[in-house]
């Protein structure tokens, strides 16, 4: 069935570059996104990546996406703690409906 | 400005009761979603609605119920015959299904409590 599964924790310095991976199982998934919680919040949309792309950049957002193993990446560049959250990786699949992964929890450490 | 509003923050509620959470959007949008967040787990789908006075069951629709009746608003009720309701859920929009660069917008949440 269609799953997305994405490790619960990571822990980087201030500084540093942050890398949350995901796998997902649906290949005829359209859209792949990355969404940020913060503490007692809803979810926000951070980027967004169509199936027939391989990276996209946004400012400090990093998005890779491998279709053969289907892998999705998110890179945050030079991490500050206003970025620890939680980061969820969703698909889109063929039949229009989201599935949403566990969520990582981000920790960045001054 | 636009955005999706969620009602209460925090609700308590007594074993065998009956509640509702409220969520209204000014967006436009035309499909709602509820969602239940538990520790741990991704979020899980609850109901959702692609237009008005129509909604489908998600995966773990058993023990709730939900309303269309204004493309605004699509509240959530938690009968008693849901077992295990202490969760925070999160309500959401979008502009259609199958919109996919748009994503969903969320609301900020009600964590329930039973007490």
């Known amino acids: 069935g269609e799953d997305v599964e994405q490790s619960l924790f990571l822990s980087v310095r201030e500084g540093d570059s942050s890398v949350i991976n995901c796998t997902y199982t649906d290949s005829s998934s359209t859209y792949l996104y990355w969404y940020k919680q913060e503490p007692g919040a809803g979810l926000q949309l951070l980027t967004y990546i169509f199936s027939n792309m391989d990276m996209k950049q946004d400012q400090r957002l990093t998005v890779l996406l491998n279709k053969k193993d289907k892998h999705l990446s998110l890179r945050i560049a030079d991490t500050q703690t206003g970025d620890s959250a939680i980061y969820f990786c969703a698909e889109m699949t063929g039949g229009f409906k989201t599935i949403f992964g566990a969520g990582t929890r981000l920790f960045v450490k001054a | ?115």
């Open chain 2, 1 to 115: 400005d636009g955005g999706i509003t969620q009602s209460p923050k925090y609700l308590f509620r007594k074993e065998g009761q009956n509640v509702t959470l409220s969520c209204e959007q000014n967006l436009n949008h035309d499909a709602m979603y509820w969602y239940r967040q538990d520790p741990g787990q991704g979020l899980r789908l609850i109901y959702y609605s692609q237009i008005v006075n129509d909604f489908q069951k998600g995966d773990i629709a058993e023990g709730y119920s939900v309303s269309r009746e204004k493309k605004e608003s699509f509240p959530l009720t938690v009968t008693s015959a849901q077992k295990n309701p202490t969760a925070f859920y999160l309500c959401a929009s979008s502009p259609r299904q199958g919109l996919g660069l748009y994503g969903y917008t969320f609301g900020s949440g009600t964590r329930l409590t039973v007490v």
